[in-house]
């Protein structure tokens, strides 16, 4: 039995928190651990953490693997796999597929859950007992987790239970997110189960119904990893709902009841927050009613006589939004992209494969940043054309090479490095170093690193 947590989505909808560049699935919400961290800590103990394997992109290849290291330290590289393109579900399961066959010899008989990243589970124990119930008997079929439904919910797709046979029922029809009327109906006639997105092949099976319902997806799939890959960006964007689970005839449902939420929008967020009753410290309210305020950076935020509010501060954007309405997130977003801000994709912390950073001024001819590195971890031998730097180390101590020197900096102590000068920032102790780094030049974007050797494979 394996599992493959897709960890590759953007997660627009919990914008401003969420970014292109550190999506909703490495955000740590609720708990001292990020979404995707929750998911693989509930779902070792169904198939060991050996067996669990991560679809993502390239963007999120080392915050997948950082985060999951950080947890499980025996993680394997070739534990994660990288889309060449973010394209869909369907394709995503097919390069899981395509890969496990190829490169891992899965027999074509075993089980394999395919989970999202993103998703709150309030009862792990009661999870663990239906993956393994459902792992252990979806047999040839295509197996899906149904969430027994709790309310009337009109943000959910919907499942129809057939005839029940031993641990499932047979999946009679899929039902997109339907209006207040008709999910109430779905509701009261007990016939029903939110859809999770959780699903359940084993690749004889995927393959066959691949073959059957999604032809232009099987003549790519059905090759070598190597020649998968490189036609990857010719497969359809598309859900593994429409291309086979709606269409198929063999779909079975294991239903679930385990204080299930898919963590879709601030609406969500507020009630998990509010069901493990966690409120944030520096929240203040005052004659307020409904109100639901998250602060990622910890600033205060004060509501006075105000109701049926949801207000989101992330460092350099705050929403406001009405209670309720989380779908207008949409707008914003689309608003953003249309008129290219650069908050739809970037914040103004960053995170990378040797730890982070936060922009602490900005302006035209110079910039701040503190700068966090892993115990252990190295930037890139780099060089800028147009800015020049200047460190100062606050905590921990720095190993710098400047120009063709190599120093040690303790706390309180510096260095200057100008323009076009070959740099490297390491950590050789077992904390954290934390420099200020004084940016001063004509450019002072991102983009103006010439790299010319890196750890983390990243190319010039």
Known sequence: MKAIILCGGSGTRLW????????????????????????????????????????????????????????????????????????????????????????????????????????????????????????????????T?????????????????????????????????????????????????WNGGMYIFNEKTFTQELQKHAPEIFKLYDQSHEKFLTSFENMPDIAIDVAISEKSDRVVIFEGDFDWNDVGSFDALSSIMEEKNINQKKCIQIDCKNIFTYSSSEKLIATVDVEDLIIVENNDAILVQKKGKSEGVKKVVNYLKENEYPEIGHNVIGYRPWGRYE????????????????????????????????????????????????????????????????????????????????????????????RYDDVYGRGK
Do not use: C, M
């Not at 499980?72 to 890969?99: D, G, H, M, V, W």
């Open 16 to 143: 401003p928190l969420s970014r292109k560049n550190f999506p909703k699935q490495f955000l740590k919400l609720y708990s001292d651990n990020s979404l995707l961290q929750e998911t693989f800590l509930r779902t070792q103990d169904v198939v060991g953490p050996e067996n669990i394997y991560f679809v993502t992109n390239q963007e999120g290849y080392f915050n997948v693997f950082d985060q999951i290291e950080e947890i499980y330290p025996k993680l394997k590289k070739q534990q994660i796999i990288i889309e060449p393109n973010s394209l869909n579900t369907a394709p995503a399961i097919a390069l899981a597929f395509n890969f496990l066959k190829d490169k891992e010899g899965v027999l074509e008989d075993e089980p394999i859950i395919f989970l999202a990243a993103d998703q709150y589970i309030g009862k792990p124990e009661e999870y663990a007992k239906v993956v393994k119930t459902a792992l252990e008997n979806v047999a040839d079929n295509v197996g």
């Open 145 to 193: 987790i149904g969430i027994k439904p709790t309310s009337p919910h009109t943000g959910f797709g919907y499942i129809r239970k057939g005839e029940k046979k031993g641990e499932y029922f047979q999946g009679l029809e899929f039902k997109e997110k339907p209006d207040l009327e008709t999910a109430k109906k779905y509701l009261s006639s007990g016939e029903y189960v």
């Open 359 to 450: 922009v602490l001024i900005d302006d035209k001819n110079h910039k701040v940043k503190k700068i966090i590195v892993r115990p252990g971890a190295s930037l890139s031998l780099q060089s800028h054309e147009h800015r020049s730097e200047h460190w100062v180390v606050v905590k921990g101590e720095a190993v710098v090479i400047n120009g063709d020197k190599e120093l040690t900096l303790g706390e309180n102590e510096s260095t200057y490095i100008p323009a076009k000068h070959k740099h490297r920032l390491s950590n050789r102790r077992r904390s954290e170093l934390e420099i200020i780094e004084v940016q001063t030049g004509d450019y002072l974007e991102e983009d103006d690193i010439v």
